[in-house]
């Protein structure tokens, strides 16, 4: 198609800018990250008050990853050597494809009660063990917004602390 030159250039483009992104902190990092949106810009689907998740994670050992910062080299690398990956459903994780997990690796979704079925199905293709906390929902005032782009609040009977804690102890 007509659009097929377009797009390879784009994607080009992007593998060139991803090549110029900051590099990963020495080995010292935690193998326990989690995959946050916080920097993402505010047009893009947001988890409402995640700095407070992560705040807690950081507390607990955690290292909280922007992989939009990163060389995508960085980010293969990052999750390949992970024991524990947490994060909200979203396309991030789709990354996962391109590792060769660990046995030990495990992995913990951050979800609506509606939990897509292709983060699931992509795990059981892929041998990861997995958890999906169902704790998010959309935030109020998101109506005018496609499902995909709605921000997400944690649910009201959770709290960030205990929330932590069952990340952590997954």
Not at 15 to 40: D, M, N, V
Not at 132 to 156: E, M
């Amino acid at each position: 198609s007509k659009s097929h030159p377009i797009l390879v250039k784009k994607y080009l483009e992007k593998l060139l800018e991803c090549q110029a992104k900051q590099k990963l902190p020495p080995s010292t990092i935690s193998k326990k990250i989690y995959l946050s949106r916080s920097h993402l810009h505010k047009n893009q689907r947001q988890f409402i008050d995640e700095l407070r998740l992560e705040q807690e994670l950081i507390r607990l050992g955690w290292f909280i990853f922007h992989p939009q910062e990163y060389s995508l080299r960085d980010q293969l690398d990052l999750l390949g050597s992970a024991t524990r990956l947490c994060g909200v459903q979203g396309s991030a994780l789709h990354l996962l494809f391109g590792i060769d997990p660990n046995p030990d690796f495990l992995v913990t979704i951050l979800a609506p009660l509606n939990c897509n079925s292709n983060y699931r199905n992509q795990m059981k293709a892929q041998g990861i063990n997995h958890k999906i906390i169902n704790c998010l929902d959309v935030a109020q005032g998101q109506d005018d917004k496609p499902p995909w782009l709605r921000d997400q609040q944690l649910i009201s009977r959770w709290k960030f602390a205990s929330l932590a804690m069952k990340i952590n102890g997954s």
